[in-house]
Each structure stands twice: as structure tokens, then as C-alpha cells.
């Protein structure tokens, strides 16, 4: 460990010298801790330059720093194989024009070494862009930019009041961090896995490239569909995408997949061992090789990589054994809140559970609950948060709760309700409507001081408030059912497949000769599962378009271009849409499909108009996502991934894994032309899961509220005829005397 440090730091101080120029003549803009130049001009980064706004590195909004010492921090991650060699922030803010300017500024640091003090002046209060440089020696792999307000608005002997509505400034989330990168060699060492592939402090989404010697097999398909599984768990929020490459070497970080005697031009194969997986140099960068003798040892050492069953030291690792687990019970995977029982928030907590001052940060909770969480009552989901604020004498101080940006319910907190000691309680109902597969839960505290004494001194830090440990989530009255189609679900939620994290109930099913792009596509979205259930996909299955008829009581994953699928009649039949060699066509919608969709407030020939729209105009260059039920088995999912004639599979799939895209993936439909998605509410309706009989009977008069007074009349009838056999059956009894 010593002398990787120290190689790091050798490397580091090389290139340091080699950019001292470009040091020097950034230095010289500047004149002292506080100067500054204005009127930023980019400067002429190469290709392994980054410019981050602050909006890439998470923050969604403008920051706003209040009071006399306000304060936020900006984290920033770097790749642990890169290291910075010229650096500069372009500073966009505005600020309060009543300030006192002699004492007013504002400090930039980088991991606490202050970088910059800018004084604020009248002629900055109406927006200013500033440009400044940094010394690129401060950045680490884990890095903080933090920014420290410190304003005054009170003339000589006059009383301040800390928390004025005149001590403002706001940095715009559009000011960006100019960053220029240089390479940091490190040897092969599989034990960094799944580093320098992926890196977790690279914030951007994961772009890996799968190489095989030829078309793959299904068996090598499933072999890679783990790993590309295994690296979008990793992967998480950020996604993953996997391009793929037939017979060629790829460029960089890349994975590598070879059977026998290698043919990939440098490529080494397994050797004696029977199946092993080697990390070796690829030309500034790294190549994973799994090598087996044959397509069943490739997916043993598959497997046994997945599960962490192959010790992963050095250069290359063989495959000593594989212990298969069963397969997992559904909803059973680490990233699902599990709703039999309470969920610790601690354990979701994104930051600290404390705060101090009197504009605080949120202490915020990001949990996954499963796709198909149907909840039977509307208080089915109640947060009890534990807290403990200082004693607060001020009126209107509270504590707010909020689920995904939508508030939930709040508690004042005065001298009464409040203890640095002792905790209590709220509890908080979280709107149905409100709640996805992945959310994020807010406690805000907003502490308020008492201004009933003018001038009197007050310390911002005596303001404390905390959420306690123990804080929970409770889910009571709940099922697991879906109304499907329902393609958001699997853009967010990863659902049907997600349902077993180790995809035991699924099956891919390509076309015979799979094409690049189609292998691409199936290993994006197979990362993408991966991505929501953080496991590995061992248990998965790979078929051709020819075995359809065997794949019952499964869910299926098709992928491919239209015409090399060629998918028969009776399964294009139960699809939305089809592609011929000619044209897109649109599956007619039934007269008692379309009155189905109008009880259950669907409008299934509006989205027709507007999808057919965007085929006249995409035709044969369309790519499409669809879901319909299995024409196998009732309650079972196919979701079809496919294209035109011109069109890419893979968008599809990029549709999955880009937020910007999987926002419109919905319905039974997708339409993916060029940069455009759209999704519609059209297909025929199924469902998954089971309902209790009180709720399905309950659930059903709701949706035919027609029929309860023909049932009504029914039933009356009913009664009545069973109360006049009785009574003629009593009868009968007294004149027979046995009454």
C-alpha cells in the first residue's frame, strides 16, 4: 500500500512539473487570495477535459447562502486513474444590493483551503461572471467546493438583525468547474475491481464496451448478460451502457469474452486453467477478459464472478469452484424496502441526521420500494421520524416533512415540544400519488429566534435539531399487484424482471444470429435491472427466437431489429405495433378492449392518433419499446425491444437508462425517433399479482358501479327467494305436527 502511495504521488509530482508552465501563467492572473479576472474565456482543453456545471454534480437548483454566515459545499468526485492538471471555476452569482460592501464577501474553498476571498461591490449585486483559477494540487479522488457567505447590511452603532432579509446572495448552479486531466497509469490489479473500469467517484454514466470473437452464442450472451448486470449494479443512478463489438479488440476500458483458443488480436486465453478472468494493459486502458474452453465453463466463471466466489488478486484469477445459491425468494433483493417489516431510515440516510442554524439543510432518506406495491388503504405507508431540536422559544419554528418534493406534514416545535434530551415524535401519512420506485424523504427543520429584545446578541449554532436513529417506515394494508402494460415500471423499477434480483423467472430471447447492436441492447438492459435490484443476473436465461413455444410461466426480455427477430403471427398479434419489411403497423383496438380502457379512465384511441402520427413520420427508422402479456401464460410479461428497417435497437434501450428519455417511457408503447421518445397508454390490459377476495370484489364494483343495482335486485331476489323456502318449509313442518 506504501508504494502505491508513493507511486501515485511520484506520478503526480511529475506531472506537475510538466504543466508548471501552464501553472505559472495561470498565477499570474492573480493577485493574491482574492483576485480575479472577469469576462471568462475558455481555455483550450484537450480530450481528457471536463466541464462540470454545478447542476452535472447534483445540484438542481441556484444556491442560495442567507443570513450573516451562510454556507454550502458541493461535492466533487475524480477518477482515481486521472489526475488534475489545470483547474479554474467560472463563478456566476448576484447578490443583495443593501449590503455593507467594507464588510461583505465571499470565500471559496477547496477541501478547506481557502482559493479565493471576492469582495462584494454594487457593481456585482446585479450578476456577475467571474473566472478563477485553481490550484489544480488541492483535488483529490474525493473532493469539496465549498462556498462561505459573510454579509452585514448595519451602519456604525446601529443594531443587525443575523437573519435580515437583505443578507442574500445566490450562486447559479450554470457556474461551472473547468478541469483539465491527464492520465495516471496503474498495473493491472483485479483486486481494484470493478475500478479503473468503473469508477465509483465518476459521476457520469458508465460507457463500457463488450467485446467476443464472433456472433456469440446464447451461452455467451448469458455469460456476459451477468457481467453487464454485475457492473450496472454498480453503476447505480448514473446507468450504464454496454456497445459491442464482434471479433474486434476495444478501444480503452473494455470487457472481453473468449472461448478455446483465442482470435481476439491480443487477447490472451485461458491457458491451462479451465475458465479464469485476467486484467491486462489496452492501450491507456484496462481490458477484464473472462477466458473459459468451452461456453458452460464461461458461464460457471460468469456466475461465480457475480457472486464474489472467484479471489480476485493480481493480474488473473481461475475459476476454483461454484457454489450456485437457490434461487431468491421475489422482492428479496438488498436495494427493496422490504414491507413485511419496519425499514430503518438511518440506513437510507444521504447525509447527516443533525443540523444547526437558522437555515439548515434537510436531512434527507432515499429508499426503493418494489414497482408493484399496491397499497390497499391510503394511509399504507407512515414515517414515524423520531426527533430532538435545542429548546426553542421563537413562534412558528417547525419541522417539516416532505416525499419526493410534495409535503407530508409538519410539527411546531416551541419550548414545550422540544428537547436536546429527550426525543419525540411525528408521524407522517405519505401520499400514495406521491411515492415511486425510488424516493427521497425530507426533514426540514426552520428554527426561528426571538426578535422581541432589539439588539440582542445571538448565536446562530444554539439552533440544533436532529432525527433520531430509530426514525422508521412503516408499510401496513399492502399487496403486490400491477395493472400492466406499464413500461414506467420498467424504466423506473426495472419491473417485471426486477421482481427476483437474480432474474430466476426471466428470459432473454434474441434473434438466431444475434448483430452487434442487438447484443448491445440486451446487455443495456440487463444493466439497467441490475442497476435497481444490485445484484447479478446468475440465474438468467438466454434462448433464440425459434424456442418461443418452451418459454412458459416466464417473463421474456425479446430484443432485436424487426427483421432479423422475425417473431411469428400469433406473438406480433398480441403487440401494440408491428414492424413489416414496409411499413409500422398498429394492432386494431376491439370494440370491448376500448370500452374496457374508458371504465378504467383510459383513452386508448387518443394515443392511437397520436402515435400513429410519429410512425407516419419515423416509419422504418423507429425504434420501439412494447409490453403485452405472454401469449404463454397469463399474468407473465414480454417486453419487446425492436426496430425498423433503419432504425437501432439500441436506443431503445439508451431510452431505459437516460433520465432525460425514460421519463416518457409509458404505457404499452414506446416510440423512440432520433432524440424524441414518446410513450402511450395503448395495448391490451393484464395484470400481475393477486389482490385479497375482499379487495378484488371492492376494486371490481368500483370499476363497474353500473351493475350494483341490477346486482342489488339480485341479490333482493335471491334473499327473497331463500326467506320463502324457508317459510314453507317451517310451514310444512306444523302441519306435519314437528313444530
Request: charged share 20%; glycine share 8%; hydrophobic share 45%.
Amino acid at each position: 500500500m506504501v508504494q502505491k502511495i508513493f507511486q501515485r504521488g511520484a506520478w503526480t509530482l511529475a506531472l506537475m512539473l510538466v504543466s508548471g508552465s501552464a501553472l505559472a501563467a495561470a498565477a499570474e492572473g492573480v493577485t493574491g487570495a482574492g483576485a480575479a479576472t472577469e469576462a471568462p474565456t475558455d481555455l483550450a482543453f484537450s480530450e481528457t477535459s471536463r466541464a462540470l456545471s454545478l447542476r452535472d454534480l447534483g445540484i438542481g437548483y441556484p444556491i442560495r447562502l442567507r443570513t450573516v454566515f451562510g454556507q454550502a459545499g458541493v461535492p466533487l468526485g475524480l477518477r482515481a486513474d486521472q489526475v488534475v492538471t489545470r483547474a479554474k471555476l467560472d463563478l456566476r452569482f448576484a447578490h443583495s444590493p443593501s449590503l455593507r460592501f467594507d464588510l461583505s464577501h465571499l470565500s471559496i474553498f477547496v477541501n478547506d483551503q481557502l482559493v479565493s476571498t471576492l469582495p462584494l461591490t454594487a457593481a456585482t449585486a446585479s450578476g456577475r461572471s467571474i473566472e478563477l483559477p485553481l490550484d489544480p494540487r488541492l483535488f483529490l479522488t474525493y473532493n469539496q467546493l465549498r462556498f462561505e457567505l459573510v454579509a452585514h447590511y448595519a451602519q456604525p452603532n446601529e443594531c443587525e438583525d443575523p437573519a435580515h432579509s437583505t443578507l442574500w446572495l445566490d450562486i447559479s448552479n450554470d457556474s461551472r468547474l473547468l478541469l483539465e486531466l491527464a492520465p495516471l497509469p496503474l498495473a493491472p490489479d483485479l483486486e481494484r475491481l470493478p475500478a479503473p473500469l468503473f469508477d465509483a467517484s465518476d459521476s457520469r454514466m458508465l460507457t463500457l464496451p463488450f467485446s467476443f470473437e464472433g456472433a456469440p452464442s446464447s451461452e455467451q450472451v448469458r455469460a456476459a448478460g451477468m457481467v453487464a448486470a454485475w457492473f450496472g449494479a454498480h453503476a447505480d443512478y448514473r446507468g450504464a451502457r454496454f456497445p459491442v463489438r464482434f471479433g474486434e479488440r476495444p478501444p480503452g476500458h473494455g470487457v472481453a469474452f473468449v472461448v478455446g483458443s483465442s482470435s481476439l488480436p491480443g487477447v490472451p486465453a485461458a491457458g491451462g486453467a479451465r475458465a479464469s478472468v485476467r486484467l491486462i494493459d489496452n492501450g491507456g486502458g484496462s481490458l477484464l477478459v473472462f477466458a473459459a474452453a468451452d461456453d458452460a465453463a464461461l458461464v460457471e466463471l460468469a456466475q461465480a464472478f457475480a457472486l464474489g466466489q472467484v479471489v480476485l488478486q493480481g493480474e488473473v484469477a481461475t475459476l476454483s469452484g461454484l457454489n450456485l445459491p437457490a434461487p431468491r425468494p421475489p422482492w428479496s433483493s438488498p436495494r427493496w424496502v422490504d414491507p413485511s417489516q419496519p425499514f430503518r431510515l438511518a440506513s437510507a440516510a444521504v447525509g447527516p441526521l443533525s443540523v444547526a442554524g437558522l437555515v439548515p439543510g434537510p436531512v434527507g432518506f432515499e429508499f426503493n420500494l418494489p414497482p408493484d406495491l399496491f397499497l390497499l388503504e391510503d394511509d399504507g405507508v407512515e414515517a414515524r421520524l423520531r426527533y430532538r431540536a435545542a429548546p426553542v422559544t421563537a413562534a412558528n419554528s417547525a419541522l417539516n416533512a416532505s416525499i419526493n418534493g410534495q409535503f407530508a406534514g409538519s410539527v411546531r416545535l416551541d419550548a414545550k415540544a422540544t428537547s436536546a434530551t429527550t426525543a419525540r415524535e411525528l408521524k407522517v401519512v405519505l401520499p400514495p400519488g406521491s411515492l415511486r420506485s425510488r424516493n427521497r424523504l425530507d426533514a426540514q427543520f426552520h428554527f426561528r429566534r426571538d426578535t422581541t429584545t432589539p439588539c440582542e446578541d445571538f448565536d446562530t449554532s444554539a439552533l440544533q435539531g436532529s432525527i433520531d436513529p430509530e426514525s422508521e417506515l412503516s408499510i401496513r394494508h399492502y399487496a403486490h399487484f400491477m395493472e400492466m402494460p406499464a413500461l414506467e415500471r420498467l424504466a423506473d423499477g426495472g419491473f417485471p424482471f426486477s421482481r427476483a434480483g437474480d432474474l430466476a423467472e426471466t428470459t432473454l430471447v434474441l434473434p438466431r444470429t444475434p448483430a452487434e447492436n442487438d447484443v448491445a441492447a440486451a446487455l443495456t438492459v440487463l444493466g439497467h435491472i441490475g442497476r435497481w435490484t444490485g445484484e447479478a443476473a446468475t440465474r438468467l436465461e438466454v434462448a433464440s427466437a425459434d424456442a418461443l413455444t418452451t418459454l412458459a410461466n416466464r417473463d421474456l426480455l425479446i430484443v432485436g431489429a424487426a427483421a432479423g427477430l422475425a417473431l411469428p403471427d400469433d406473438w406480433t398479434a398480441s403487440a401494440p405495433m408491428r414492424f413489416t419489411s414496409t411499413q409500422a403497423e398498429f394492432r386494431p383496438i376491439g370494440r370491448l378492449e376500448a370500452l374496457q380502457a374508458r371504465l378504467a379512465d383510459r383513452d386508448p384511441q387518443t394515443a392511437f392518433d397520436y402515435a400513429s402520427r410519429v410512425v407516419m413520420e419515423g416509419g422504418q427508422r423507429l425504434a420501439a419499446i412494447m409490453g403485452y402479456e405472454s401469449p404463454l401464460s397469463r399474468g407473465r410479461s414480454v417486453v419487446l425491444l425492436t426496430a425498423g428497417r433503419d432504425g437501432d435497437v439500441r436506443r431503445a434501450a439508451e431510452a431505459l437508462v437516460d433520465p432525460g428519455d425514460s421519463q416518457f417511457v409509458r404505457g404499452g408503447l414506446a416510440l423512440i425517433h432520433g432524440d424524441r421518445v414518446s410513450g402511450y397508454d395503448i395495448g391490451a390490459a393484464y395484470e400481475t399479482g393477486r389482490l385479497p377476495w375482499w379487495y378484488a370484489i371492492k376494486r371490481w364494483l368500483s370499476r363497474h358501479p353500473y351493475l350494483l343495482v341490477p346486482l342489488a335486485l339480485v341479490v333482493a331476489l335471491g334473499a327473497g327467494l331463500l326467506l320463502r323456502a324457508l317459510l314453507a318449509a317451517r310451514a310444512e313442518r306444523r302441519r306435519q305436527g314437528k313444530v
